[in-house]
Nanobody
Framework: EVQLQASGGGLVQPGGSLRLSCVAS????????IGWFRQTPGKGREGVSC????????YYQDSVKGRFTISRDNAKNTAYLQMNSLKPEDSAVYYC?????????????????WGRGTQVTVSS
């Protein structure tokens, strides 16, 4: 059974940092690209970043470029999203997902499995 568990969310002040983790099980982790998405109430799921199977290629939504860094450790079946210089508009539930495409981009439609999200709240 494919399982993805996102964690690391919380309450942080503007300008602060958080590191999200996505632990995977039930499949061969490095056969899949990983994407991070976020969703706020009343809005659709928004792609934030993705990383290729080997971790050597990444892609970011324009609004997070230079602030967020995606990475993965295939030996640990874990992907990460380091979020720095957080802004209130980054507040959302963050999800990780898998895709069979090597560099799938940020459309949710090309992702196969989704984990439970983790809440990120940026507020003073």
């Amino acid at each position: 059974e494919v399982q993805l568990q996102a964690s690391g969310g919380g309450l942080v002040q503007p300008g602060g940092s958080l590191r999200l983790s996505c632990v995977a099980s039930g499949f061969t982790f490095d056969d899949y690209a990983i994407g991070w998405f976020r969703q706020t109430p009343g809005k659709g799921r928004e792609g934030v970043s993705c990383v290729s199977r080997s971790g050597d290629t990444t892609y970011y939504q324009d609004s997070v470029k230079g602030r967020f860094t995606i990475s993965r450790d295939n030996a640990k079946n874990t992907a990460y999203l380091q979020m720095n210089s957080l802004k209130p508009e980054d507040s959302a539930v963050y999800y990780c997902a898998t895709s069979r495409w090597n560099l799938p981009g940020l459309s949710p439609s090309v992702y196969d499995s989704w984990g439970r999200g983790t809440q990120v709240t940026v507020s003073s």
